[in-house]
């Protein structure tokens, strides 16, 4: 069975400082990997996705996320947060892109003026 | 690409009603997704379609709850006798099935609180 676990629930950081999200996988097979944020009361949006190739990934807004396979680690990285950063952010596991998805827990980020 | 559009946004109902959610999903994505998400915790899900066949259900998905793709369009999730453990946020999500396929994409939910 495959699970996705983010060990941090909150995490507060400055604006301007640097972010890492953790978030960790357990799959039998070669993950599809995926971070999406969630706006208070919205839905979610995609920010980056792994399928395969280079294990750095870029997505939107400026985040990018790093796949380790020895670790079963897709961290999610940006150099200077702003304020409108601050939201829930998922990291999720499939068995291909359009398949059904298993999320973690989420992180809750907030951003200190 | 309207994305993914759910009706309606908010429900109250009182415990043992019948409620039911509608999703309009991007109109060339052939499979529809349906999770459920309470406070504080991710996504969970419920029960996927390709086209109008339901292909999976979650062990979450107990008998008072019922999904449909008719058409393979537009999809309606029911819950019968809502309890208040229903309370939580519907996720719809669509996506396009193929070799690679195309990442989920998700509407902004129904937010269903049973009192």
């Keep these: 069975a495959q699970s996705v676990t983010q060990p941090d629930i909150h995490i507060t950081v400055s604006e301007g400082a640097s972010l890492e999200l953790r978030c960790n996988y357990s799959y039998g097979a070669t993950p599809y990997l995926f971070w999406y944020v969630q706006s208070p009361g919205q839905g979610l949006q995609l920010l980056l996705k792994y399928f395969s190739g280079d294990t750095l990934v870029q997505g939107i807004k400026g985040f990018e996320a790093e796949f380790k396979r020895s670790q079963s680690s897709f961290n999610l990285r940006k150099p200077s947060v702003h304020w409108s950063d601050a939201a829930e952010y998922f990291c999720a596991v499939g068995a291909n892109a359009g398949n059904m998805l298993t999320f973690g827990g989420g992180t809750r980020l907030m951003v200190k003026p | ?115």
Aim: aromatic share 10%; charged share 25%.
């Design chain 2, 1 to 115: 690409d309207t994305g993914v559009s759910q009706d309606p946004r908010h429900k109250i109902t009182k415990r043992g009603q019948n409620v039911t959610f509608r999703c309009d999903p991007i109109s060339e994505h052939n499979r529809l997704y349906w999770y459920r998400q309470t406070l504080g915790q991710g996504p969970e899900f419920l029960t996927y379609f390709q086209n109008e066949a339901q292909l999976e259900k979650s062990r979450l998905l107990s008998d008072r709850f019922s999904a449909e793709r008719p058409k393979g369009s537009f999809s309606t999730l029911e819950i019968q006798r809502t309890e208040q453990g229903d309370s939580a946020m519907y996720l719809c999500a669509s996506s396009l099935e193929s070799i690679r396929g195309s990442p989920l994409h998700f509407g902004n939910g129904t937010r269903l609180t049973v009192t």
